[in-house]
């Protein structure tokens, strides 16, 4: 008992309550007025008692708030300002198709391209006052691959379908077979054009989801035979004759928990029960770091939107960012209570969130470390998170199958949305944050209306202030459709560019 | 795999109804048959690993039997190795804070893949050449190939530079002029890392004279790879 942490920890800290002055002052009066110090002095010992001015809660707002194990979040943990706007997207120069051009210039005169300003970026100079400087932390500059990546993705954007209640996404259903209950973690690139799992018995497989074949790079001695200045030179240096649909990586020394591709497809990263993320390349298929600092499971990694920095989180309750060229962690984010299970880069990259066993979601400032929000609510451990597109909102999935819904900004539980009856492990907003996919073990796929949960939200200054829940009773309403699989638990969703919702799990043949 | 019915408690041996009763004694009410199988063997193996320890320290204090006290070192010292739990939560909290404290450093612009220094990567050789046996023969063409040693993967900043596996091969080559070998050299392919360095061999024929100095080495430009 003496050695057990999470036993010191409970002993130590104290359990927060939050109440209205009025019903403090009941509370205190009834326990004096019985005499009864015994209650009094163990109060006084082990709860903080977290006053507000104003209407007592009714029971349904502390119920929906209750769960954590140390109670609530104090008004002040929930104070701090988040930028939580987006970072404006640089303007790339599209060039017109040269096609086009060679048409019409036939005489050779000197075409003036007219460069398309792209539609991302953002047609007004002021700074969004919600949205982190661009310098705020410093981030990898865009190489030209990158802005070719980008191009492609605007010109997708164009293609995208447009969601709604009445207009629900497809859903394209990837069923690992064979896998014998050992499929662990699954993740897509966001071009979905590779995908990759991760196992019980440590090994990581990538395949190509086109009809692309995975080529690695040559060996050095073939390498030496190729013209290097032969003007398809990036295509002689892959291996035509390994080429096959999927590769499989070996290294790590248990399980593998969670898989991440980088947003440029050039890496993927793994973390397992062996306490290491390793770092493995899409060029070679071969590992290139190992990373080394949790000594206990990692649960979850995840590369930042804009490649470079990444965050694992486990066992040892602390999450830390990397970057890909420190072997040490560039920060670490401790206060959680028990392990950290799920870890998700807010789309600005400036934020953390991580869903813990404790049954809090916390919010970590990347710049500094601290822990700018905590929200509690959930009655179980947490195993899935998503922030929206716009970055404003939060939604976390527990092992109480619930999805409950955060208003970042002011720190507020928006909406609980009830309907799944087992552990969410796969949570995604579309491509513009109209719907919201969750998936469980229970075999479903739900799709909910995301813009109807948001526009509910309450403008009421007095409602921020004191903290305090109003949830509109309608989870029903906001559930647009159910789907279920035979017998495949979903622990991914991905929804493609052009607004195709993906969903991965392993099949699980009865025995 | 959790929907089949479980085995009469009956038909199971003692040792899994023993387990059985243990799960429910903790309050565990729903698992899958599989749990109790790797709870069994959980126990066999930490069971016979304390036994074997306890043996261990007995025939160390010169003792004929295992007595209670070489049982309870073995468990204790176990526990300081296996059985571990994270850092306390104020240690933690402590050590957060002071590398939460230095500045995110910046990042320099782009040359080549962003990696950590070498010798924190996995991408530098893991073998190491044996050397060759000198042999003179009569006859021309007698081909040696040479034997790979597989060393020990080491993070020792002195595992072999490229500069002497040329060295080594260098000296190969240049040793007896009179006997042709023919060299052929792999190189682990993950060394085009960081530095973008390819080390091409070229085949020395069995005919040919010892022409051997053929060991080029050449720099890639790294645009070659912006793209990669």
Same mark, same amino acid.
């Given at each position: 008992?003496?050695?057990?942490?999470?036993?010191?920890?409970?002993?130590?800290?104290?359990?927060?309550?939050?109440?209205?002055?009025?019903?403090?002052?009941?509370?205190?009066?009834?326990?004096?007025?019985?005499?009864?110090?015994?209650?009094?002095?163990?109060?006084?010992?082990?709860?903080?008692?977290?006053?507000?001015?104003?209407?007592?809660?009714?029971?349904?707002?502390?119920?929906?708030?209750?769960?954590?194990?140390?109670?609530?979040?104090?008004?002040? =943990?929930?104070?701090?300002?988040?930028?939580?706007?987006?970072?404006?997207?640089?303007?790339?120069?599209?060039?017109?198709?040269?096609?086009?051009?060679?048409?019409?210039?036939?005489?050779?005169?000197?075409?003036?391209?007219?460069?398309?300003?792209?539609?991302?970026?953002?047609?007004?100079?002021?700074?969004?006052?919600?949205?982190?400087?661009?310098?705020?932390?410093?981030?990898?500059?865009?190489?030209?691959?990158?802005?070719?990546?980008?191009?492609?993705?605007?010109?997708?954007?164009?293609?995208?379908?447009?969601?709604?209640?009445?207009?629900?996404?497809?859903?394209?259903?990837?069923?690992?077979?064979?896998?014998?209950?050992?499929?662990?973690?699954?993740?897509?690139?966001?071009?979905?054009?590779?995908?990759?799992?991760?196992?019980?018995?440590?090994?990581?497989?990538?395949?190509?989801?086109?009809?692309?074949?995975?080529?690695?790079?040559?060996?050095?001695?073939?390498?030496?035979?190729?013209?290097?200045?032969?003007?398809?030179?990036?295509?002689?240096?892959?291996?035509?004759?390994? =080429?096959?649909?999927?590769?499989?990586?070996?290294?790590?020394?248990?399980?593998?928990?969670?898989?991440?591709?980088?947003?440029?497809?050039?890496?993927?990263?793994?973390?397992?029960?062996?306490?290491?993320?390793?770092?493995?390349?899409?060029?070679?298929?071969?590992?290139?770091?190992?990373?080394?600092?949790?000594?206990?499971?990692?649960?979850?990694?995840?590369?930042?939107?804009?490649?470079?920095?990444?965050?694992?989180?486990?066992?040892?309750?602390? =999450?830390?960012?990397?970057?890909?060229?420190?072997?040490?962690?560039?920060?670490?984010?401790?206060?959680?209570?028990?392990?950290?299970?799920?870890?998700?880069?807010?789309? @600005?990259?400036?934020?953390?969130?991580?869903?813990?066993?404790?049954?809090?979601?916390?919010?970590?400032?990347?710049?500094?470390? @601290?822990?700018?929000?905590?929200?509690?609510?959930?009655?179980?451990?947490?195993?899935?998170?998503?922030?929206?597109?716009?970055?404003?909102?939060?939604?976390?999935?527990?092992?109480?199958?619930?999805?409950?819904?955060?208003?970042?900004?002011?720190?507020?539980?928006?909406?609980?949305?009830?309907?799944?009856?087992?552990?969410?492990?796969?949570?995604?907003?579309?491509?513009?944050?109209?719907?919201? =996919?969750?998936?469980?073990?229970?075999?479903?796929?739900?799709?909910?209306?995301?813009?109807?949960?948001? !526009? !509910?939200?309450?403008?009421?200054?007095?409602?921020?202030?004191?903290?305090?829940?109003?949830?509109?009773?309608?989870?029903?309403?906001?559930?647009?459709?159910?789907?279920?699989?035979?017998?495949?638990?979903?622990?991914?969703?991905?929804?493609?560019?052009?607004?195709?919702?993906?969903?991965?799990?392993?099949?699980?043949?009865?025995? | 795999?959790?929907?089949?019915?479980?085995?009469?408690?009956?038909?199971?041996?003692?040792?899994?109804?023993?387990?059985?009763?243990?799960?429910? %004694?903790?309050?565990?009410?729903?698992?899958?048959?599989?749990?109790?199988?790797?709870?069994?063997?959980?126990?066999?193996?930490?069971?016979?690993?304390?036994?074997?320890?306890?043996?261990?320290?007995?025939?160390?204090?010169?003792?004929? /039997?295992?007595?209670?006290? %070489?049982?309870?070192?073995?468990?204790?010292?176990?526990? %300081?190795?296996?059985?571990?739990?994270?850092?306390?939560?104020?240690?933690?909290?402590?050590?957060?804070?002071?590398?939460?404290?230095?500045?995110?450093?910046?990042?320099?612009?782009?040359?080549?893949?962003?990696?950590?220094?070498?010798?924190?990567?996995?991408?530098?050789?893991?073998?190491?050449?044996?050397?060759?046996?000198?042999?003179?023969?009569?006859?021309?063409?007698?081909?040696?190939?040479?034997?790979?040693?597989?060393?020990?993967?080491?993070?020792?900043?002195?595992?072999?530079?490229?500069?002497?596996?040329?060295?080594?091969?260098?000296?190969?080559?240049?040793?007896?002029?009179?006997?042709?070998?023919?060299?052929?050299?792999?190189?682990?392919?993950?060394?085009?890392?960081?530095? /973008?360095?390819?080390?091409?061999?070229?085949?020395?024929?069995? /005919?040919?004279?010892? %022409?051997?100095?053929?060991?080029?080495?050449?720099?890639?430009?790294?645009?070659?790879?912006?793209?990669?």
């Amino acid at each position: 008992m003496r050695g057990n942490e999470t036993l010191l920890d409970f002993r130590t800290s104290k359990f927060v309550l939050r109440i209205s002055r009025d019903s403090y002052q009941l509370l205190k009066r009834h326990l004096q007025e019985r005499q009864n110090n015994q209650i009094w002095n163990i109060i006084q010992e082990h709860l903080y008692i977290d006053i507000f001015d104003g209407m007592p809660r009714s029971k349904s707002q502390i119920d929906s708030m209750s769960g954590s194990l140390a109670g609530e979040a104090k008004r002040e =943990a929930n104070k701090a300002k988040v930028f939580y706007g987006l970072l404006k997207e640089p303007e790339i120069e599209v060039p017109l198709d040269d096609e086009d051009e060679e048409a019409e210039n036939e005489e050779g005169k000197p075409k003036k391209k007219k460069p398309k300003k792209d539609s991302m970026g953002s047609k007004s100079k002021k700074q969004d006052p919600n949205a982190p400087q661009q310098n705020r932390i410093p981030l990898p500059e865009l190489k030209d691959s990158d802005k070719l990546d980008k191009i492609m993705y605007m010109k997708e954007a164009t293609k995208r379908i447009r969601l709604g209640p009445d207009n629900l996404p497809s859903i394209c259903f990837y069923t690992f077979l064979n896998a014998y209950q050992g499929l662990t973690a699954v993740d897509i690139t966001d071009d979905s054009s590779l995908i990759a799992g991760g196992f019980a018995d440590s090994t990581v497989r990538v395949w190509s989801v086109t009809p692309r074949k995975l080529r690695a790079v040559k060996s050095a001695t073939d390498l030496s035979l190729i013209d290097k200045e032969s003007e398809d030179v990036l295509e002689r240096i892959m291996d035509e004759k390994t =080429a096959s649909e999927s590769k499989i990586l070996y290294g790590h020394n248990g399980p593998v928990y969670g898989i991440s591709f980088s947003p440029d497809r050039n890496y993927l990263l793994s973390c397992s029960e062996d306490g290491t993320v390793r770092l493995w390349s899409l060029q070679t298929f071969t590992c290139l770091v190992c990373y080394k600092g949790h000594n206990y499971p990692v649960w979850d990694v995840q590369f930042s939107p804009h490649g470079y920095y990444f965050t694992s989180g486990g066992h040892d309750r602390v =999450a830390r960012l990397w970057a890909t060229d420190h072997y040490q962690p560039l920060r670490m984010f401790a206060g959680h209570l028990a392990d950290i299970t799920c870890t998700r880069f807010h789309p @600005n990259s400036n934020y953390l969130a991580t869903g813990s066993a404790d049954r809090t979601v916390r919010l970590w400032d990347i710049l500094n470390g @601290n822990c700018n929000r905590i929200f509690t609510g959930h009655k179980g451990p947490i195993h899935s998170l998503a922030f929206s597109p716009n970055g404003k909102f939060l939604a976390s999935g527990a092992t109480d199958g619930r999805v409950l819904l955060w208003d970042i900004g002011r720190g507020l539980m928006i909406e609980e949305l009830n309907g799944h009856t087992d552990t969410i492990y796969a949570l995604k907003f579309s491509r513009d944050g109209e719907i919201l =996919a969750s998936g469980s073990m229970d075999n479903t796929v739900r799709l909910w209306d995301a813009v109807k949960a948001f !526009d !509910d939200i309450e403008t009421d200054d007095f409602t921020a202030a004191t903290g305090h829940v109003h949830l509109s009773e309608n989870s029903l309403e906001l559930q647009l459709g159910t789907y279920t699989s035979k017998s495949t638990p979903v622990i991914h969703l991905h929804f493609t560019r052009r607004n195709l919702l993906l969903a991965a799990g392993g099949c699980y043949s009865p025995f | 795999g959790g929907f089949s019915k479980m085995a009469s408690p009956k038909t199971l041996p003692k040792d899994a109804q023993v387990m059985i009763q243990i799960l429910k %004694d903790m309050g565990i009410t729903e698992y899958e048959p599989r749990v109790i199988n790797q709870m069994l063997e959980f126990t066999y193996r930490y069971v016979t690993t304390i036994i074997e320890d306890a043996k261990i320290y007995a025939t160390h204090a010169k003792k004929s /039997n295992v007595d209670a006290d %070489d049982i309870r070192l073995a468990i204790q010292c176990r526990m %300081d190795q296996s059985f571990t739990s994270p850092p306390p939560r104020d240690f933690l909290l402590e050590v957060a804070r002071q590398k939460n404290q230095t500045p995110l450093p910046l990042i320099k612009p782009y040359t080549g893949p962003r990696l950590p220094p070498d010798r924190y990567c996995l991408t530098a050789p893991n073998y190491r050449l044996k050397s060759l046996q000198k042999k003179t023969s009569s006859s021309a063409g007698r081909i040696t190939v040479p034997r790979l040693s597989v060393g020990a993967v080491s993070s020792r900043p002195s595992t072999p530079t490229l500069g002497e596996l040329m060295r080594k091969l260098y000296v190969y080559t240049t040793s007896t002029p009179s006997t042709p070998t023919v060299q052929n050299v792999l190189i682990n392919p993950s060394l085009i890392g960081s530095k /973008n360095i390819l080390i091409t061999t070229n085949m020395v024929s069995q /005919n040919s004279t010892s %022409d051997s100095s053929t060991l080029k080495r050449k720099h890639e430009e790294d645009d070659d790879y912006d793209a990669l």
